[in-house]
């Protein structure tokens, strides 16, 4: 039998994040439009963004899928036609579905549309995988409450022709496949429109109805009160097991992540995949692809639901992230020996920083000189958005990110 290598899909909530998934190695990316989609929060594509990135991805040979996995109301619906029909002209690959009467509307009015039922759906079996299948779905992307063994059984159980996608990387939903109420109840706003307002990472308190002012915490022994707090997922470590289970696509969850985030992920999980179709069957994940992971923003991390004796996915000390390196210049060019650049934060001469070429292992360099954009030598570029010189052997390509480490407070 052939060796399957994954599909690498990963987010872009705006332009500049699906630049940095084209440009780090994602197979294909997964956005929204301005409606019908589960994240309200990024800045998404309008009619004219998405047509420019459907160019983007196809001139670079990259897939593009469109999000429409809303539970959409009775208002919204009357609007879902000309939707389809606009992703149609501009050639979306594949439209991502989440309610079957969505799935019927496309397959009436763009037969030819691929669709792929999203984890909202909540699918955990063959049976259930089967029957979207025979309705005319592409793919399934499974709830992340399946166990590895459980996706192993459903891909024995289901046509070869399906299309299986499950998320490897990126935040937890405390409630099952993301079908939450919690935020509407408390703020008014409604997840499952994409405006979730994340109360589960809320450090709760309980107070007696006569004593208003008395604030009592509430202890898990002594994990503290973040009772609703998941970790994140990462399974960097175990793709060749994902892979082997028949996961066909490999998911980074993200679209309200920065574009930091999308072009760090993306090359970490791209770097392994290509180690994992070298060597299929002695899979080693270098040390420092572990550590690439942990060098964005992100919450304890876990494996998830895959395997069954994984610990408790709960994080009790804080709803919070941990952040330890920053952004500090994008490229720009390269000329006479110095990187063109554009500053993000601040820095200075001598500084110990990382250039993180795409699909590379991240190259360490020192400060030793800076310069500003006239040529002259400067101690600490100290302007966001400023032209900055950098000593460096060779060019890189434009967009390359330069980061370094945060200083201990």
Same mark, same amino acid.
């Given at each position: 039998m052939s060796l399957m290598i994954p599909e690498l899909l990963a987010p872009a909530g705006d332009f500049e994040r699906l630049q940095a998934a084209v440009m780090y190695g994602a197979d294909a990316v997964y956005l929204g439009g301005k409606t019908f989609g589960m994240r309200a929060s990024p800045q998404n594509f309008d009619f004219d963004e998405l047509k420019k990135a459907v160019e983007l991805c196809h001139s670079n040979a990259r897939k593009i899928y469109l999000t429409c996995n809303v539970l959409p109301t009775n208002e919204e619906v009357g609007q879902l036609p000309d939707f389809i029909r606009f992703a149609k002209e501009i050639g979306i690959d594949a439209m991502i579905v989440a309610d079957i009467g969505v799935l019927m509307e496309i397959k009436r009015i763009a037969p030819d549309m691929p669709v792929h039922i999203s984890t909202q759906a909540g699918v955990v079996n063959y049976l259930t995988t089967n029957e979207l299948y025979n309705l005319g779905a592409s793919r399934v992307v499974l709830a992340r409450e399946v166990s590895l063994e459980d996706i192993k059984i459903i891909r024995e159980k289901?046509?070869? !022709? $399906?299309?299986?996608?499950?998320?490897?990387? !990126?935040?937890?939903?405390?409630?099952?496949? !993301? +079908?939450? $109420?919690?935020? /509407?109840? $408390? %703020? !008014? +706003?409604?997840?499952?429109?994409?405006?979730? %307002? /994340?109360?589960? &990472?809320?450090?709760?308190?309980?107070?007696?109805?006569? &004593?208003?002012? /008395?604030?009592?915490?509430?202890?898990?022994e002594d994990n503290g009160s973040y009772i609703l707090n998941a970790q994140d997922m990462s399974t960097i470590e175990h793709i060749d097991k994902l892979a082997k289970a028949g996961i066909t696509s490999f998911k980074i969850e993200g679209r309200a992540k920065s574009a930091y985030y999308v072009a760090v992920i993306t090359n970490a999980y791209r770097c392994a995949i290509d180690i994992y179709k070298e060597n299929p069957d002695s899979f080693v994940l270098p040390e420092w692809l572990s550590e690439e992971v942990k060098k964005v923003s992100h919450r304890q991390y876990s494996t998830g639901f895959y395997f069954k004796d994984s610990p408790p996915m709960q994080y009790g000390e804080s709803g919070g992230y941990v952040r330890e390196w920053d952004v500090v210049a994008i490229v720009e060019g390269w000329e006479n020996g110095r990187l063109i650049c554009t500053e993000r934060n601040r820095f200075y001469r001598g500084d110990k920083l990382e250039i993180l070429e795409a699909m590379k292992k991240p190259a360490e360099i020192i400060a030793t000189e800076l310069f500003n954009g006239n040529g002259e030598e400067i101690d600490i570029a100290r302007h966001p958005m400023d032209t900055v010189l950098i000593p460096f052997e060779h060019s890189v390509v434009k967009g390359t990110i330069i980061r370094k480490i945060r200083a201990k407070e």
């Open positions: 289901t046509p070869p !022709g $399906l299309e299986i996608e499950a998320f490897v990387h !990126g935040a937890m939903c405390m409630s099952f496949s !993301g +079908r939450c $109420l919690i935020s /509407q109840y $408390l %703020t !008014g +706003r409604d997840a499952n429109h994409g405006e979730c %307002t /994340q109360p589960c &990472r809320w450090k709760y308190s309980l107070v007696e109805e006569k &004593r208003p002012d /008395q604030y009592f915490p509430i202890f898990e």
